[in-house]
Antibody
């Protein structure tokens, strides 16, 4: 069964940092392009960024609102995707989802709350 | 950035109704579009990929059409489990962008 499980969310103060993890199973993770999507409370879906497979260069692309603050990385030996979030702002409060590229499979989501 | 304009933002319909949701892209995106269903408190689920291909396991009452700048998701006969919010997503260029969502409610 294809599965994605996020972890690492929680409450953080403005200006703080947090790292989310996404453990993948049931498919060949190293060949997959992976994406992070977020959803602020009561709002729509927002694309955060994507990392290609290492075979395809391993490069990343980000939404303008997070570029320079967020970093996506991957550990293919652990089948794990990461989202390092720095300089967090209250507007970053959201449920964060990891997905396979194009959204074929989603994790259950993890809540990140940025508040003093 | 490519803007995806989704309409309507909400609609009320009855079980058995035919429902149509539209996404318009600010520039041509070929058929690089997916449709997603999200129920409250749950992760989105992909219904359609490549604008018109039905995701495995999704009921055939869901269909997608369109290419270029105009796309449509149709539910041929609305069922109780279809009341949810629907989103389109373009993956033609970066940043990828979602439509604003369409909430389908019970009339």
């Amino acid at each position: 069964e294809v599965q994605l499980v996020e972890s690492g969310g929680g409450l953080v103060k403005p200006g703080g940092s947090l790292r989310l993890s996404c453990a993948a199973s049931g498919f060949t993770f190293r060949d997959a392009w992976m994406t992070w999507v977020r959803q602020a409370p009561g709002k729509g879906l927002e694309w955060v960024g994507r990392i290609k497979s290492k075979t395809d260069g391993g490069t990343t692309d980000y939404a303008a609102l997070v570029k320079g603050r967020f970093t996506i990385s991957r550990d293919d030996s652990q089948s794990t995707l990461y989202l390092q979030m720095n300089s967090l702002q209250t507007e970053d409060t959201a449920v964060y989802y990891c997905t396979t590229d194009l959204g074929g499979t989603w994790g259950q989501g993890i809540l990140v709350t940025v508040s003093s | 950035d490519i803007q995806m304009t989704q309409s309507p933002s909400s609609l009320s319909a009855s079980v058995g109704d035919r429902v149509t949701i539209t996404c318009r892209a600010s520039q041509g995106i070929r058929n690089d579009l997916g449709w997603f269903q999200q129920k409250p408190g749950k992760a989105p689920k992909r219904l359609i990929y490549a604008a018109s291909s039905l995701q495995s396991g999704v009921p055939s009452r869901f269909s997608g059409s369109g290419s270029g700048t105009e796309f449509t998701l149709t539910i041929s006969s609305l069922q109780p489990e279809d009341f949810a919010t629907y989103y389109c997503l373009q993956h033609n260029s970066y940043p990828r962008t979602f439509g604003q969502g369409t909430k389908v409610e019970i009339k």
